[in-house]
């Protein structure tokens, strides 16, 4: 019997990848997936003009897995999650690579629609010192445009309690890192305080976007500024962030 090819065995997760890749890269270029047998993994190659080739690669399990959400319109919390999965492995190995997505990755994640976030939870919390410096800086930034935003607006302060809370929260991070030898590490941190950290590295991102723009012909400084800003992306989607929400005011400071 002919082993089947990737297409035929999961043609909805297959076509799924496609699109999602087509919509981003309308110029790009995707050869037909192919097995890596050895891990067991499925691979989609896509090209797009003159930049290197992007290797997609997921599990046989996820696919396998995720081709009846897509056959079955699953929108449940199982199905937005792992739509998530998909969509930003695409968009940060495509944005790695220096392809234009047409967006910006922060974007993506202050819109990210879930209902399945943590809640209430405390848990120890353990990063290294370059991400910690990276977070207070993040909340440093966020701490400016916070304060301004309330003292232009201190006359509705009753419409903005949420945003005074979380800068109290926020001013106590950054008091506990300056007097902690610049460390974050926790115990057992909230996910009052988890959802700043996650607003941190976004704000980081958002910023490295801005620095990145008009900066057309300067290869080497969008490629330098691209490499951190999937960093962090990456960081974001592997570890405990992906189970926490943003704060809901950090949209209207990221998106333009």
């Given at each position: ?85 998909i969509d930003f492995k695409i968009y940060i190995e495509l944005g790695k690579a220096g392809v ?152 209207g400071y990221v998106i333009r």
């Amino acid at each position: 019997m002919p082993v089947q090819s990737i297409e035929e065995k999961f043609p909805e997760a297959s076509k799924y990848v496609r699109t999602r890749v087509f919509e981003v890269c309308a110029a790009c270029n995707i050869e037909p997936a192919y097995w890596d047998h050895e891990r067991w993994v499925c691979r989609f190659r896509v090209r797009s003009n003159d930049q290197p080739v992007v290797v997609l690669e997921f599990s046989e399990e996820n696919m396998e897995d995720f081709d009846p959400v897509i056959k079955n319109n699953d929108h449940t919390d199982y199905g937005l999650r792992f739509r998530s999965y998909i969509d930003f492995k695409i968009y940060i190995e495509l944005g790695k690579a220096g392809v234009n997505l047409g967006f910006r990755i922060s974007d993506k994640f202050v819109q990210e629609n879930r209902k399945d976030w943590w809640k209430d939870k405390y848990v120890p919390v353990s990063f290294g010192k370059e991400i910690d410096k990276l977070l207070y800086e993040g909340l440093k930034g966020i701490e400016i445009r916070l304060a301004q935003t309330l003292s232009d607006n201190s006359d509705i302060a009753d419409s903005l309690t949420e945003r005074q809370q979380d800068l109290d929260r926020l001013r106590g991070i950054l008091g506990y890192y300056e007097s902690h030898e610049g460390s974050l590490d926790e115990t057992a941190a909230s996910i009052q305080s988890l959802r700043l950290l996650k607003a941190a590295a976004i704000w980081q991102m958002f910023s490295l976007e801005n620095r990145r723009e008009g900066q057309g012909n300067h290869p080497d400084i969008v490629q330098g500024l691209n490499n951190r800003i999937y960093s962090i992306a990456e960081f974001l989607r592997n570890g405990l962030f992906l189970e926490i929400e943003p704060p809901s005011w950090l949209k209207g400071y990221v998106i333009r």
